[in-house]
């Protein structure tokens, strides 16, 4: 199943003009449980659709909202010439398609 | 008798009431419902506070000094927690003035409350906080190698800090504190941190700042904590073990869940609260229903740090913005824009550069349809019916950057490629002309944490009687 398939918010934004954070967020616990003890919720797996070095990649879950958060350093400061995407706010995309 | 000085007398009598807190906005300047905010004030709060900044908008605004919001709109927000605030004779907190709190910022925001009060017939007394960095002091912090990079920028030079074109700090709670320790009936501070708007009242009247940094990182949001999640103003009511949040518009509430999952918002760690004197752990922090629109949390705890620091915000001009807005429907130059976008890059240079000459500007496409939002490695697997295409100019004079954009439009337009069936022109213009000049653009140069054996030279409050 994929990420899109069940979770009931996945989005991602600026945590400060250098990083980028995302919130994986589950209606459910077997759902949030799917998600964190899938072998695809890895830095290694994640890494490369950010073009970001596997060990700057944080995987940190928050049971107590049924969230999975992820962060991760921006390719460039946000707003720098070059962005693509100033407040981070369409970067989640790739991960919808994670198979958990 | 100040609002303040009201209040500190009321605790005094009554050390053990509770305290109530408004968070109207977390971003004042784009409206804020007037229904909600008539309902915060007939909960007769202790103090309303309202954040008006950020660097989510990017680094052209504190570089420029411009706010991010109308200036009407701003006047207007303004003016209803002014007058809000003064008619129950509580104090009003307001950080991060102008959207980027520098100078400008800070200085274009009081113009406005002086002109509000002389327009309703206002008087009060207001503490002022700056937020701009002496220059001096951090280039002696970058000397001292006490200026920490966070990463992806570099460390900090003395250069950089010179070729700034505004350098602040964020205020913490200390300046909050000092500034109500001058007996103000209103604060507006430059760039601050959010929490310091709303936990600097519970800290001079000795609530337990565990709780307090929680409640505070929350209300800055206003109701964005809620579900449905909104803009309108929220009610903390604070006592000495937590607090309790209810939206002040019916239709939102605040559930445990919802109320934990804001914990995420916008923070690299949804566990701890990063303040420049301390770090709040909220990560054994309980949340309970007390009704179905309402939630107490409690169980925060606060770690003073060993070493105060400040977070310090940068913008450098790298040059003057001009764009190129079209789009185009046809499938054989969709088919081919990636190369035929590229292509056109050269034949400009052979316009506006002499030969052999380097392009003194920089020339990027962004094509809306195919990878221009995220960088996607394989083109789509059906091509998009259409594109928009977007032309970003950046070079030392809007001139030149014009120049180059409009000679980008035409060569485009009209750029020649095998298969071409519209000779008449590659694209569509939505409006003429296409090229527009967006002013200076800038880059942030600092974002970086500055060690600090004293926080209060570098937030100044300066006092001003109003009316």
């Given at each position: 199943m994929r990420l899109i398939d069940i979770a009931r918010v996945v989005r991602s934004k600026n945590a400060g003009p250098l990083h980028l954070t995302f919130d994986l967020m589950f209606a459910d616990r077997a759902s949030y449980d799917r998600c964190v003890q899938s072998p695809e919720l890895n830095a290694g797996r994640i890494a490369p659709l950010y073009g970001v070095p596997e060990d700057s990649v944080r995987i940190q879950?928050?049971?107590?909202?049924?969230?999975?958060?992820?962060?991760?350093?921006?390719?460039?400061?946000?707003?720098?010439p070059g962005d693509r995407d100033v407040y981070g706010a369409q970067q989640h995309v790739p991960l919808l398609e994670l198979e958990l | 008798m100040s609002a303040v000085s009201r209040l500190r007398a009321h605790f005094a009598a009554d050390p053990s009431r509770p305290l109530k807190l408004v968070g109207a906005t977390g971003q004042l300047g784009y409206g804020i419902p007037a229904a909600s905010l008539a309902e915060a004030l007939r909960r007769e709060p202790d103090m309303i506070g309202a954040d008006m900044g950020s660097?989510?908008?990017?680094?052209?605004?504190?570089?420029?000094?411009?706010?991010?919001?109308?200036?009407?709109?701003?006047?207007?927000?303004?003016?209803?927690?002014?007058?809000?605030?003064r008619s129950l004779d509580i104090p009003l907190i307001i950080g991060s003035a102008g959207s980027a709190g520098a100078g400008p910022h800070l200085d274009a925001t009081l113009a406005m409350v002086r002109e509000i009060a002389r327009e309703e017939g206002l008087g009060f007394r207001l503490a002022v906080i700056r937020s701009d960095m002496p220059r001096d002091v951090v280039k002696a912090a970058v000397r001292a190698e006490r200026v920490t990079s966070l990463g992806l920028l570099e460390d900090l030079t003395e250069e950089e800090v010179d070729g700034a074109s505004a350098l602040v700090g964020q205020a913490g709670t200390e300046a909050f504190?000092?500034?109500?320790?001058?007996?103000?009936?209103?604060?507006?501070?430059?760039?601050?941190?959010?929490?310091?708007?709303?936990?600097?009242?519970?800290?001079?009247?000795g609530f337990p700042l565990?709780?307090?940094?929680?409640?505070a990182k929350i209300i800055e949001c206003a109701s964005l904590c809620c579900d449905p999640g909104g803009r309108?103003?929220?009610?903390?009511?604070?006592?000495?073990?937590g607090f309790v949040l209810e939206s002040m518009n019916p239709d939102r509430r605040a559930t445990p869940m919802s109320v934990a999952a804001h914990s995420l918002y916008e923070q690299a760690d949804p566990n701890e609260i990063i303040e420049p004197e301390g770090r709040a752990n909220v990560a054994g922090a309980k949340y309970e229903a007390v009704d179905e629109r309402r939630t107490r949390v409690a169980g925060a705890t606060w770690q003073p740090a060993a070493q105060l620091t400040v977070k310090l915000e940068g913008a450098t001009r790298v040059g003057e913005r001009a764009v190129l807005l079209a789009?185009?429907?046809?499938?054989?130059?969709?088919?081919?824009?990636?190369?035929?976008?590229?292509?056109?890059?050269?034949?400009?240079?052979?316009l506006v550069c002499a030969p052999g000459e380097e392009p003194d500007y920089s020339l990027t496409f962004r094509l809306y349809g195919l990878d221009a939002v995220y960088n996607w490695p394989e083109p789509p697997a059906a091509p998009p019916r259409e594109i928009f295409v977007m032309a970003e100019v950046i070079a030392d004079t809007m001139d030149r950057a014009m120049t180059v954009a409009k000679s980008t439009k035409q060569y485009l337009l009209h750029l020649g490629f095998p298969g071409r069936l519209s000779t008449s022109g590659n694209l569509a213009f939505p409006f003429t002309p296409p090229e527009l000049a967006a002013g200076a653009a800038y880059r942030f140069s600092a974002y970086h944490v500055m060690a600090v054996d004293d926080l209060a030279p570098l937030f100044p409050v300066a006092m001003e009687t109003i009316g």
């Open positions: 879950p928050y049971p107590v909202a049924l969230a999975v958060k992820i962060t991760l350093p921006r390719l460039m400061p946000a707003g720098s | 660097t989510d908008i990017g680094p052209t605004f504190l570089g420029n000094g411009e706010m991010a919001t109308s200036a009407a709109q701003t006047k207007r927000d303004l003016a209803a927690l002014l007058k809000g605030a504190v000092r500034a109500l320790e001058q007996d103000p009936d209103v604060i507006i501070a430059g760039r601050a941190c959010d929490t310091g708007i709303y936990a600097c009242i519970p800290q001079l009247l565990g709780p307090v940094m929680h409640m309108d103003p929220i009610l903390a009511v604070l006592d000495r073990e789009g185009s429907a046809d499938p054989r130059f969709i088919a081919g824009a990636r190369d035929l976008t590229e292509q056109v890059k050269g034949v400009v240079q052979g």
